[in-house]
């Protein structure tokens, strides 16, 4: 009788879970607040980096999305002009071209936001008016890391792509 009783228990505890999980499949993902950490000059792991937002977002919807982008250290190189590569000896790449600026403002019209980091700026000499693609001051965070822990503790989950 025992065994009877551990057996049905068992079935619903497993039917109950099924159950729950179709109903959440049926809703997608629903809201997400997620932070994308870029530190890396590469480009075409940043251009790796964009097509994994635009994929998030074309899964999820964008009204279903709060997205933000923090960039310090050598991440800025994804918004970095190419004409401001020779003076910033910092630098090894600027990969701030056609195509990659287009993906940017395509991604910030879809509610994308993108977080520059301070310290970089200061310690690396960027003139954020004319070495960087599309940057106010309102994009400016005092720290890339710590606006990433911030992020973290406001509850949106870190991907590092």
């Not at 607040?33 to 792991?45: E, F, L, R, S, T």
């Amino acid at each position: 009788m025992k065994a009877i009783t551990k057996l049905v228990i068992a079935t619903l505890l497993v039917s109950s879970y099924w159950v729950a999980g179709q109903a959440l499949a049926a809703e997608g993902y629903g809201k997400q607040k997620v932070v994308y950490h870029i530190n890396y000059d590469n480009p075409k792991a940043q251009a790796g980096a964009l097509r994994n937002i635009q994929n998030h977002i074309n899964a999820v919807g964008a009204e279903n999305l709060d997205l933000k982008v923090v960039l310090h250290g050598n991440g800025l190189a994804l918004l970095l002009e190419p004409d401001s590569l020779d003076k910033l000896k910092k630098f090894k790449h600027a990969n701030a071209d056609d195509k990659m600026t287009a993906k940017v403002t395509d991604l910030k019209g879809q509610g994308v936001d993108f977080h520059v980091c301070a310290n970089t700026v200061r310690g690396r000499k960027v003139d954020v008016e004319s070495d960087l693609y599309d940057v106010s001051s309102e994009d400016i965070v005092p720290s890339g890391v710590a606006e990433v822990a911030k992020l973290q503790a406001m509850g949106y989950s870190y991907i590092k792509p």
